[in-house]
């Protein structure tokens, strides 16, 4: 019986080490890999973000999970997972309108990184295809 809780002991005290070993050395909670990147929370992302480009591309997160918007001609929608310091987006229904002179760029989303009120926006090889602002 004390051999069983002996192991329990040691069981829970490493389980309490990993888990402090993603703090940096600042216990800042960053992920070790850039130094800089912080976990991004679900409240950090929900809500709209937009672009002033003609048509007004547009993301909304809700806190169920899925996103909607417009890519500036077309309604988009999709689900999203938090990992890490970034939302990745599975790829998008979308209506299939034609819009001459509008650039389309945000159905290429694969997934975003917060930056202050800035989403910066990746496809999926991880190129920057754009940029995000918080809505007010």
């Known amino acids: 019986m004390r051999w069983a809780a002996g192991v329990a002991a040691v069981v ?3 389980a ?6 993603s703090l940096s050395a600042d216990g800042s909670g960053t992920d070790g890999e850039t130094g800089d990147s912080e976990m991004i929370e679900q409240a950090d992302v929900v809500g709209t973000w937009f ?8 993301l909304t997160f809700h806190e169920s999970g899925e996103v909607s918007g417009t890519d ?5 929608g999709s689900t999203y997972v938090i990992d890490g310091d970034r939302v990745r987006i599975k790829s998008f229904v979308s209506t299939m309108m ?4 509008v650039d ?4 290429g989303v694969r997934e975003v990184q917060l ?11 991880g190129d920057e295809i754009g940029t995000l602002q918080r809505q007010a």
């Not at 672009?51 to 547009?58: A, L």
């Not at 034609?98 to 002179?101: A, Q, S, T, V």
């Not at 930056?115 to 090889?125: A, C, T, W």
């Open 12 to 14: 829970g005290g490493a």
């Open 16 to 21: 309490l080490l990993a888990g402090c070993a």
């Open 51 to 58: 672009s002033d480009e003609q048509g007004k591309p547009t």
């Open 72 to 76: 500036g001609c077309n309604g988009i």
């Open 98 to 101: 034609g819009c001459p002179g």
């Open 104 to 107: 389309d760029w945000l159905r």
């Open 115 to 125: 930056s202050g009120d800035e989403l910066q926006v990746f496809n999926d090889s």
